[in-house]
T-cell receptor, first 112, second 114 residues
Framework: QKEVEQNSGPLSVPEGAIASLNCTYS??????FFWYRQYSGKSPELIMS????GDKEDGRFTAQLNKASQYVSLLIRDSQPSDSATYLC????????????FGTGTRLKVLA | EAGVTQFPSHSVIEKGQTVTLRCDPI?????LYWYRRVMGKEIKFLLH????????ESGMPNNRFLAERTGGTYSTLKVQPAELEDSGVYFC????????????FGQGTRLTVV
Protein backbone atom coordinates (compact mmCIF):
# COMPACT_ATOMS: atom_id res chain seq x y z
CA GLN A 1 0.00 0.00 0.00
CA LYS A 2 1.29 3.43 -0.93
CA GLU A 3 1.72 5.89 1.90
CA VAL A 4 -0.36 8.54 0.15
CA GLU A 5 -2.82 7.56 -2.56
CA GLN A 6 -4.58 9.69 -5.12
CA ASN A 7 -6.50 8.91 -8.25
CA SER A 8 -4.26 10.03 -11.11
CA GLY A 9 -7.20 11.16 -13.24
CA PRO A 10 -7.65 13.08 -15.38
CA LEU A 11 -10.65 14.50 -13.63
CA SER A 12 -12.64 16.59 -16.07
CA VAL A 13 -15.22 19.10 -14.86
CA PRO A 14 -17.07 21.84 -16.71
CA GLU A 15 -16.27 25.47 -15.97
CA GLY A 16 -18.20 26.68 -12.95
CA ALA A 17 -18.66 23.22 -11.44
CA ILE A 18 -17.21 21.89 -8.20
CA ALA A 19 -14.09 19.77 -8.53
CA SER A 20 -13.56 17.20 -5.79
CA LEU A 21 -10.10 15.75 -5.28
CA ASN A 22 -9.47 12.94 -2.84
CA CYS A 23 -6.49 11.53 -0.99
CA THR A 24 -6.00 8.71 1.50
CA TYR A 25 -2.95 8.08 3.66
CA SER A 26 -1.64 5.13 5.60
CA UNK A 27 0.22 6.64 8.57
CA UNK A 28 -2.45 7.03 11.23
CA UNK A 29 -0.17 9.27 13.26
CA UNK A 30 0.09 11.93 10.53
CA UNK A 31 -0.84 15.36 11.76
CA UNK A 32 -0.34 17.78 8.89
CA PHE A 33 -1.83 17.70 5.44
CA PHE A 34 -1.25 19.87 2.42
CA TRP A 35 -2.53 20.42 -1.06
CA TYR A 36 -0.15 21.64 -3.72
CA ARG A 37 -0.98 22.69 -7.25
CA GLN A 38 1.55 22.00 -9.98
CA TYR A 39 1.29 23.38 -13.48
CA SER A 40 3.15 21.51 -16.16
CA GLY A 41 6.87 22.22 -15.99
CA LYS A 42 6.52 24.29 -12.81
CA SER A 43 7.21 23.70 -9.15
CA PRO A 44 4.51 22.64 -6.66
CA GLU A 45 2.70 25.64 -5.21
CA LEU A 46 1.11 25.36 -1.78
CA ILE A 47 -2.59 26.17 -1.86
CA MET A 48 -4.02 24.71 1.36
CA SER A 49 -2.89 23.24 4.64
CA UNK A 50 -5.09 21.51 7.20
CA UNK A 51 -4.28 20.13 10.62
CA UNK A 52 -7.61 19.43 12.36
CA UNK A 53 -10.61 17.32 11.49
CA GLY A 54 -13.31 19.15 9.60
CA ASP A 55 -13.36 21.74 6.88
CA LYS A 56 -11.07 24.65 6.16
CA GLU A 57 -12.10 27.21 3.59
CA ASP A 58 -9.96 29.68 1.68
CA GLY A 59 -11.65 31.48 -1.16
CA ARG A 60 -12.86 28.94 -3.69
CA PHE A 61 -10.92 26.15 -2.01
CA THR A 62 -12.11 23.94 0.85
CA ALA A 63 -9.93 21.27 2.41
CA GLN A 64 -11.61 18.51 4.37
CA LEU A 65 -9.88 16.19 6.81
CA ASN A 66 -11.13 13.02 8.45
CA LYS A 67 -8.36 11.45 10.50
CA ALA A 68 -10.48 8.47 11.57
CA SER A 69 -10.95 7.52 7.93
CA GLN A 70 -7.42 8.69 7.00
CA TYR A 71 -8.89 10.79 4.26
CA VAL A 72 -8.29 14.32 3.07
CA SER A 73 -10.00 16.08 0.20
CA LEU A 74 -9.93 19.33 -1.69
CA LEU A 75 -13.00 20.99 -3.16
CA ILE A 76 -12.66 23.71 -5.77
CA ARG A 77 -15.83 25.71 -6.25
CA ASP A 78 -16.64 27.62 -9.43
CA SER A 79 -13.83 25.83 -11.26
CA GLN A 80 -12.01 27.88 -13.86
CA PRO A 81 -9.89 26.75 -16.83
CA SER A 82 -6.92 28.26 -15.01
CA ASP A 83 -7.44 25.67 -12.26
CA SER A 84 -6.39 22.98 -14.73
CA ALA A 85 -3.26 21.48 -13.19
CA THR A 86 -2.04 18.51 -11.20
CA TYR A 87 -3.05 18.61 -7.54
CA LEU A 88 -0.68 16.95 -5.13
CA CYS A 89 -1.68 15.73 -1.71
CA UNK A 90 1.16 15.78 0.82
CA UNK A 91 1.21 14.36 4.32
CA UNK A 92 3.75 15.20 6.98
CA UNK A 93 4.53 11.92 8.66
CA UNK A 94 5.61 11.35 12.21
CA UNK A 95 7.30 8.02 11.60
CA UNK A 96 10.96 8.59 12.38
CA UNK A 97 11.67 12.12 11.32
CA UNK A 98 9.26 14.61 9.88
CA UNK A 99 9.05 14.49 6.12
CA UNK A 100 6.44 15.27 3.53
CA UNK A 101 5.17 12.31 1.58
CA PHE A 102 3.43 13.01 -1.70
CA GLY A 103 0.78 11.22 -3.65
CA THR A 104 1.15 10.84 -7.40
CA GLY A 105 -1.20 13.76 -7.98
CA THR A 106 -4.57 14.11 -9.67
CA ARG A 107 -4.68 15.85 -13.01
CA LEU A 108 -7.63 18.22 -13.18
CA LYS A 109 -9.04 19.53 -16.44
CA VAL A 110 -11.60 22.31 -16.31
CA LEU A 111 -13.44 22.48 -19.59
CA ALA A 112 -14.46 25.91 -20.89
CA GLU B 1 11.20 37.97 0.34
CA ALA B 2 13.01 35.61 -1.99
CA GLY B 3 11.63 32.11 -2.34
CA VAL B 4 13.53 28.88 -2.62
CA THR B 5 15.93 29.12 -5.53
CA GLN B 6 17.62 26.31 -7.37
CA PHE B 7 20.50 26.23 -9.84
CA PRO B 8 20.72 25.28 -12.59
CA SER B 9 17.20 25.07 -13.94
CA HIS B 10 18.27 22.50 -16.52
CA SER B 11 21.29 20.24 -16.86
CA VAL B 12 22.11 17.76 -19.57
CA ILE B 13 25.09 15.54 -18.88
CA GLU B 14 26.52 12.33 -20.18
CA LYS B 15 26.38 9.09 -18.28
CA GLY B 16 29.38 8.84 -15.98
CA GLN B 17 29.77 12.58 -15.51
CA THR B 18 29.27 14.50 -12.30
CA VAL B 19 26.59 17.08 -11.67
CA THR B 20 26.05 19.34 -8.67
CA LEU B 21 22.70 20.90 -7.96
CA ARG B 22 22.32 23.83 -5.63
CA CYS B 23 19.45 24.99 -3.46
CA ASP B 24 19.13 28.25 -1.56
CA PRO B 25 16.28 27.98 0.94
CA ILE B 26 14.12 30.81 2.19
CA UNK B 27 16.12 32.87 4.67
CA UNK B 28 15.54 31.67 8.21
CA UNK B 29 14.25 28.25 7.22
CA UNK B 30 16.19 25.66 9.15
CA UNK B 31 14.58 22.76 7.37
CA LEU B 32 15.63 21.87 3.86
CA TYR B 33 14.35 18.95 1.84
CA TRP B 34 15.41 17.40 -1.43
CA TYR B 35 12.87 15.59 -3.58
CA ARG B 36 12.97 14.01 -7.00
CA ARG B 37 10.27 13.38 -9.56
CA VAL B 38 10.96 10.82 -12.22
CA MET B 39 8.62 11.04 -15.22
CA GLY B 40 5.26 9.48 -14.51
CA LYS B 41 6.02 8.87 -10.85
CA GLU B 42 5.23 10.69 -7.65
CA ILE B 43 7.53 13.22 -6.03
CA LYS B 44 9.85 11.14 -3.88
CA PHE B 45 11.58 12.24 -0.72
CA LEU B 46 15.38 12.08 -0.82
CA LEU B 47 16.59 13.69 2.38
CA HIS B 48 15.97 16.27 5.07
CA UNK B 49 18.40 18.69 6.69
CA UNK B 50 17.81 20.53 9.92
CA UNK B 51 20.32 23.33 9.71
CA UNK B 52 23.54 21.61 8.69
CA UNK B 53 22.61 18.17 10.03
CA UNK B 54 21.14 15.37 7.98
CA UNK B 55 17.97 14.46 9.82
CA UNK B 56 16.81 11.78 7.46
CA GLU B 57 18.49 10.52 4.30
CA SER B 58 16.43 7.38 3.93
CA GLY B 59 15.30 8.37 0.44
CA MET B 60 18.73 8.70 -1.12
CA PRO B 61 18.86 6.12 -3.91
CA ASN B 62 22.48 5.00 -3.47
CA ASN B 63 25.95 6.21 -2.62
CA ARG B 64 26.31 8.03 -5.91
CA PHE B 65 24.26 10.79 -4.35
CA LEU B 66 25.85 13.13 -1.82
CA ALA B 67 24.07 16.03 -0.19
CA GLU B 68 25.68 18.72 1.91
CA ARG B 69 24.52 21.84 3.65
CA THR B 70 27.50 23.82 4.75
CA GLY B 71 26.82 26.22 7.59
CA GLY B 72 23.16 25.44 7.49
CA THR B 73 22.49 27.77 4.59
CA TYR B 74 22.45 26.59 1.00
CA SER B 75 22.61 22.92 0.08
CA THR B 76 24.18 20.99 -2.75
CA LEU B 77 23.26 17.62 -4.16
CA LYS B 78 26.00 15.92 -6.12
CA VAL B 79 25.48 12.94 -8.37
CA GLN B 80 28.69 11.11 -9.20
CA PRO B 81 28.83 9.26 -11.53
CA ALA B 82 25.46 9.98 -13.10
CA GLU B 83 23.43 7.15 -14.57
CA LEU B 84 20.54 7.25 -17.03
CA GLU B 85 17.98 6.48 -14.33
CA ASP B 86 19.00 9.59 -12.42
CA SER B 87 17.15 11.73 -14.96
CA GLY B 88 14.23 13.63 -13.50
CA VAL B 89 13.31 16.87 -11.82
CA TYR B 90 15.02 17.55 -8.51
CA PHE B 91 13.09 19.80 -6.18
CA CYS B 92 14.27 21.51 -3.08
CA UNK B 93 11.90 22.72 -0.38
CA UNK B 94 12.30 24.55 2.89
CA UNK B 95 10.22 25.16 5.98
CA UNK B 96 10.55 27.06 9.20
CA UNK B 97 10.24 24.41 11.87
CA UNK B 98 10.45 20.66 11.88
CA UNK B 99 6.93 19.60 12.42
CA UNK B 100 4.13 20.11 10.06
CA UNK B 101 4.47 23.65 8.80
CA UNK B 102 4.17 24.42 5.14
CA UNK B 103 7.09 23.57 2.93
CA UNK B 104 7.82 25.86 0.00
CA PHE B 105 9.34 24.53 -3.16
CA GLY B 106 11.92 25.82 -5.56
CA GLN B 107 11.37 25.72 -9.28
CA GLY B 108 13.33 22.50 -9.63
CA THR B 109 16.32 21.37 -11.63
CA ARG B 110 15.56 19.21 -14.64
CA LEU B 111 18.41 16.72 -14.98
CA THR B 112 18.81 14.73 -18.14
CA VAL B 113 21.46 12.06 -18.30
CA VAL B 114 22.21 10.87 -21.82
Amino acid sequence: QKEVEQNSGPLSVPEGAIASLNCTYSDRGSQSFFWYRQYSGKSPELIMSIYSNGDKEDGRFTAQLNKASQYVSLLIRDSQPSDSATYLCAVCTTSGTYKYIFGTGTRLKVLA
Amino acid sequence: EAGVTQFPSHSVIEKGQTVTLRCDPISGHDNLYWYRRVMGKEIKFLLHFVKESKQDESGMPNNRFLAERTGGTYSTLKVQPAELEDSGVYFCASSQVSFGTEAFFGQGTRLTVV
